[in-house]
């Protein structure tokens, strides 16, 4: 179960051939526990590590069923597996996108950004690479190809527009750095390559979409804009997002700061234990443990108790210690019992009927405890 791989894969990838179609069952003891001694031998630690905090499944709790572990609920939905897809993708652009997304210009500014940074406007280079077209040279100056750098930054009349505000001794730079990087420091350093520009980098952001709709007018009506109207036109747009935020800000409301309540732990009445549960995973590690304390109607301490779980989610690990706790309270003889836990997502998930997939084995080792006599 590296990440979202099913056991069996990592089985099979072991070349371990005999133990096809032996089902999960088969695995388990007689007291309900893993049969350690018949799989650990062929799987990896970290491996091992997550099967140690699943719970193994009981012939009581019910017949087997199909569930997708992608999403919080057992439904398969594209959106949960692109989300589980993802998680395994280096995030390399995610500092890009935070920038991008914090931009302070307009909306479909923020959204070309992002397609610039992704390659993804269209220009001649791009429509040649889909086969939308031959010719794949800039229509401005018939000297280059068009790719996102040369519609955007060095197209004569264009670099032309950039050197005409770029600091003498950045120009070079300017020209030569990656187009994400190029708009990561526009955006974020704003007296980096210009000096006189007030916030460079709503302008920044308008000059940049103001000459891709320059050479869209170009291709599509033949209309020739004059590269110096674009400097103002994009002054202009600068001077009204400049106008949109400063109205925005004086319009929020001062909202009052959070008032925290204090928790406060109340005992339960006479003849009640309460049970308080805590559980998480190892920041670092990943390794989860859980554990627990009773107590009686007088606060007295009764019993704790804590357990090494293995690797698994916050939410399994906060399910771990409702189901330990729940467990030694049966033991000990315990019937009435209040459960109290800080985490919201169990308390959901356990008044929930609904069978969710996430932690599905720990809710129906918990289902049968709750309806025990
Ligand atoms: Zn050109």
Same mark, same amino acid.
């Given at each position: ?11 099979l990838?072991s070349?371990v051939a005999h133990?096809?179609?032996v089902?999960v ?11 350690w001694q018949?799989f650990q031998h062929?799987?990896?630690? /970290?491996?091992?590590?997550r099967? #140690? #905090?699943?719970?193994?499944?009981l ?10 572990r992608?999403?919080i609920m @057992?439904r398969?939905?594209?959106k949960?597996?692109y ?8 995030q390399v652009?995610?500092k890009?996108w935070?920038?991008?997304?914090? /931009?302070?210009?307009l ?24 086969? =939308? ?9 018939n000297?280059?190809?068009e790719?996102?750098?040369h ?11 950039w050197?005409s505000?770029?600091?003498s001794d950045?120009?070079n ?9 190029w708009i ?6 704003p007296?980096?390559f210009?000096? /006189?520009? #007030?916030?460079?980098d709503?302008l920044?952001?308008? =000059?940049?979409w ?7 007018a170009l291709?599509?009506?033949?209309a020739?804009e004059?590269?110096?109207s674009? %400097?103002?036109l994009?002054?202009? =747009?600068r ?10 800000q004086s ?11 204090p928790?406060e732990?109340?005992?339960p ?19 989860a ?7 009686? /109607?007088?606060?007295?301490w009764?019993l ?16 771990w210690?409702?189901l330990v ?7 000990h003889g ?13 308390c959901? %998930? ?5 069978h969710?997939?996430q ?9 049968? =405890?709750?309806?025990? @006599?």
């Open positions: 179960m590296n990440k979202n791989r099913l056991i069996i894969h990592q089985l990838d070349n133990v096809q179609g089902p069952a088969s695995m388990v003891d007689l007291n309900g526990d893993w049969n018949l062929m799987l990896p630690h /970290h491996v091992l590590l099967i #140690a #905090a699943i719970r193994a499944p012939p009581l709790l019910g017949a087997d069923n199909v569930g997708w992608g999403g @057992d398969f939905s594209v949960a597996a989300k589980v897809r993802m998680a395994d993708t280096p652009t995610d890009v935070e920038i991008i997304h914090k /931009h302070r210009g909306q479909r500014i923020r959204v070309f950004l992002w397609l610039v940074c992704r390659n993804k406007i269209m220009t001649n280079v791009e429509r040649g690479r889909r086969q =939308l077209t031959t010719d794949t040279y800039c229509p401005v100056c000297s280059y190809p790719d996102v750098d519609v955007l930054r060095s197209c004569a009349s264009t670099a032309a527009v050197c505000i770029i600091k950045k120009v730079e300017f020209f030569s750095l990656s187009i994400s990087e990561v420091i526009n955006l974020t350093k007296d980096y210009v000096s /006189h520009e #007030a916030e460079w709503i920044f952001g308008a =000059l940049v103001y000459f891709w709709k320059a050479r869209n291709v599509f009506n033949g020739v004059v590269n110096r674009i %400097l103002e994009s002054r202009q =747009l001077d009204v997002a400049v106008r949109a935020l400063v109205l925005q319009n929020q409301v001062v909202s009052t700061p959070l008032m925290r309540s928790v732990w109340t005992p009445e006479q003849g009640w234990v309460k049970l308080n549960t805590d559980g998480a995973p190892h920041a670092i590690s990943g390794m443990s859980c554990g627990g304390v009773f107590r009686d /109607h007088m606060g007295e009764i704790g108790f804590s357990k090494f779980i293995g690797v698994c989610s916050v939410v399994d690990a906060e399910l210690g409702v706790g729940l467990e030694s309270a049966w033991s315990f019937r009435k019992i209040i459960i109290e836990t800080d985490s919201l997502d169990v959901r %998930l356990l008044r929930s009927d609904n969710s997939q932690g599905l084995s720990l809710l129906m080792h918990l289902n049968r =405890l709750r309806h025990q @006599d």
